[in-house]
């Protein structure tokens, strides 16, 4: 196998063949037509016959993650950020077969093509044009074992997002959670705001803060350890219900359950007691469950 660093060069070396030969290996704008979740559930429930007698056209881009090449033949899967398919460049197709052999993985490219079904039944692009946007210069982690260290995946999240569907998918329920949990709060009429991070007196829980200088007006400000003081003077100031969905900072312990930066919720209704907290509570953490996960049940150490 060759090691890395020798990949790297042999990839160098593509870049700098295909600018002598005037073309680009770093194109700055591109417009697909199709994004690759999209025809995937647009056309999986159609038939061979039917994508053969419409041969539906298609232009997309991602990241090639696999590569197959069978002399006159080459089969990729390309990954965009809503799904993976499978590219078929054929040499008496493809209008430019010899630089689609120069594809490497982790390389992001544009295909232009029409959809078929292999014998196989996988839904597949066949491939006219294969363009190189971005050569990738460093090998991505080998594909069937994956990036396993978790110091890499928590340091080099963006390799971890790459090559793991489960951190995609992670990143995905987040931000349906956060969408969730802010239209069962503005149901009930909680008004989202904002307030200071940076803040004269660290406030609203014991934590050890981030320190800094405000050069201005020359004095030392803390970063929030929680939203708790302002958002409480904001039910002073008359609004009967609050929430903030906010970054908070604790000059602490770093590990993969604790993190120095971390977001959280916090929300204020005046005349409730911790009763209709707990209504509160329940209803919103079922409401989300069931709008991300599609069942209050889940699993906990097995």
Not at 6 to 29: F, H
Not at 64 to 80: A, E, P, Q
Request: with cysteine.
């Amino acid at each position: 196998m060759t090691d890395e660093n020798e990949q790297i060069k042999l990839r160098r070396a593509k870049v700098e063949e295909l600018r002598a030969q005037g073309g680009e290996p770093y194109v700055n704008r591109y417009r697909p037509t199709h994004r690759i979740g999209g025809v995937r559930k647009e056309y999986e429930g159609s038939t061979p016959e039917l994508l053969e007698s419409k041969k539906p056209a298609v232009t997309i881009a991602g990241r090639v993650m696999t590569v197959r090449s069978h002399g006159k033949t080459i089969f990729t899967n390309v990954k965009d950020g809503t799904g993976q398919i499978q590219i078929y460049i054929r040499k008496d197709v493809a209008e430019n077969f010899e630089e689609a052999k120069k594809i490497d993985i982790g390389d992001i490219v544009a295909v232009e093509g029409t959809l078929f079904f292999t014998r196989t039944g996988e839904l597949t692009v066949r491939a006219a044009r294969v363009m190189l946007l971005t050569k990738s210069l460093r090998p991505l982690p080998e594909k069937w074992h994956g990036l396993k260290d978790v110091e890499t995946r928590y340091r080099q999240r963006y390799v971890d997002l790459i090559v793991n569907e489960d951190a995609r998918q992670t990143f995905r329920k987040r931000a349906q959670v956060i969408n969730s949990i802010r239209a069962v709060l503005d149901e009930m009429d909680f008004l989202e705001v904002e307030t200071p991070m940076m803040q004269p007196v660290p406030g609203g829980a014991t934590a050890r803060p981030f320190k800094t200088h405000h050069n201005a007006l020359d004095m030392d400000i803390y970063l929030r350890i929680a939203p708790e003081l302002y958002l409480k003077r904001l039910i002073v100031g008359g609004f009967d219900r609050v929430f903030e969905i906010n970054r908070s900072f604790r000059n602490e312990g770093i590990s993969t359950f604790h993190n120095p930066e971390f977001t959280m919720l916090e929300f204020y209704m005046a005349y409730a007691d911790y009763l209709d907290l707990m209504d509160l509570t329940e209803k919103m953490l079922s409401r989300v469950a069931m709008e991300v996960c599609g069942t209050t049940k889940v699993t906990w150490n097995e």
